[in-house]
């Protein structure tokens, strides 16, 4: 409802049809959702992008529904849908995508181009994504349901593990993609910037790659005792240059990989560590990642930011060392996770105990009436990933 004000409303039951609202392109409006479904929500997650949107650092617009992680039963179904049924359990990828588009065909349904008018690629309850209603809510529609959503194979084993399976729709495949694009593989040495929910879920994704030794990086230390809790080594940021902490930590000032879970509300190192510097967290990496290296980047930056300290950075335009990435020769990856390129896969190691997302990034369930409060306690830097329950459904 503006800058660091969020409240739970009633809003209108979902339909197949496209409403006029705020955010939803004109072009949007009407357009017929037959090969949507109707979701009642059974779990629905608070993530760090929305705080962006609820800081005022987006040009998101008052009344925006929130939420792109989401969990839910089918209880309706749109006549053009095929193989999902009333009562499947399913998980919902944050990114909306047609399946029949050419980025959908390349796997990169993170930029589909048929869901938003504006530009490539959607999201549920985004700025700048198509408009879609979110599903911090009790009830949602998911288009093109029989691509998007994931179905869980077993309906009782997966509320067994629902706290970590709601992390499918976004954070643990983007965290995993963080670290697969930066190229982690066994025995390799990896460095995370920001212990958030998808820093930590980046860092548990680096252990289950086989990393042979996980550094995390933050400024909170709440956060870092949290990435310690699974086995991951820390470095205090306001202490100073990360490089030097990671020598102390490896022999060597530099490791294999890094990945940037910050984006652009980073803050300096050291004694700047009170003051923002958008560009720290991608120079910092260039700096302390080897030669030949990659970098991994699922912090999320953007092209409109109201309350950046300068001009250039209201703009997405940040003072990058290119320079140095160039003659390091790196390789660095961006934009949204694709997350249907890993959630099947992920599923599975979560159902057969291989991954223990829910316990990484410390899920904690709260109401959708304590939604507001648990958007503040996110805002001072609580080390919990809060998953809302709207229907009672979770009962762990």
């Known amino acids: 409802m503006g800058p660091g004000e969020v409240e739970v409303q009633t809003i209108d039951f979902p339909s197949f049809t496209v409403q006029a609202g705020p955010g939803v392109p004109e072009e949007n409006v009407g357009r017929e959702c037959h090969h949507g479904v109707i979701l009642r929500i059974v779990s629905t997650n608070i993530c760090g992008s929305d705080q962006h949107m609820v800081r005022g650092r987006t040009t998101a617009p008052e009344g925006l529904i929130l939420g792109h992680e989401i969990t839910g039963e089918v209880i309706e179904k749109g006549r053009d849908v095929e193989f999902l049924d009333e009562g499947d359990l399913v998980s919902v990828p944050f990114n909306i995508a047609c399946g029949r588009c050419r980025n959908c065909k390349q796997q990169d349904t993170g930029i589909c181009l048929t869901v938003n008018p504006e530009r490539p690629g959607a999201a549920y309850g985004y700025v700048d994504m198509g408009g879609w209603v979110g599903g911090q809510a009790e009830y949602v529609m998911v288009p093109y349901a029989d691509f998007n959503c994931l179905k869980f194979p077993d309906k009782a084993q997966a509320m067994e593990k629902i706290l970590d399976l709601t992390m499918l729709s976004d954070i643990f495949p983007t965290g995993f993609h963080g670290c697969v694009t930066a190229g982690v593989r066994p025995g390799s040495t990896v460095y995370v910037a920001g212990a958030g929910p998808v820093g930590l879920a980046a860092a548990h994704s680096a252990q289950l790659l086989g990393a042979a030794v996980v550094i995390v990086g933050d400024l909170v230390q709440a956060r870092l005792k949290q990435a310690a809790s699974f086995g991951c080594e820390t470095v205090d940021v306001s202490k100073g240059d990360p490089k030097d902490q990671i020598e102390q930590i490896l ?18 190192h050291g004694a700047d560590s009170e003051s923002e510097h958008p560009a720290t967290v991608l120079n910092s990496l260039m700096d302390l990642t080897r030669a030949g290296g ?6 999320l930056y953007v092209t409109g930011d109201p309350g950046a300290s300068d001009e250039a950075a209201q703009q997405g335009s940040l003072s990058i060392r290119i320079g140095l990435g160039w003659a390091k020769s790196h390789s660095f990856a961006t934009g949204q996770c694709p997350v249907m390129k890993y959630h099947r896969d992920l599923m599975q190691a979560i159902l057969n105990g291989r991954a223990q997302i829910a316990k990484a990034v410390n899920a904690q369930v709260i109401s959708l009436d304590e939604a507001p409060q648990g958007y503040k306690d996110f805002d001072q830097g609580e080390s919990v990933k809060f998953v809302i329950n709207p229907n009672g459904l979770v009962t762990a």
């Open 251 to 268: 022999g060597v000032p530099e490791v294999d990989a890094g990945v940037d879970a910050v984006g652009f509300e980073a803050r300096g």
């Open 294 to 299: 990659k970098l991994g980047i699922p912090g």
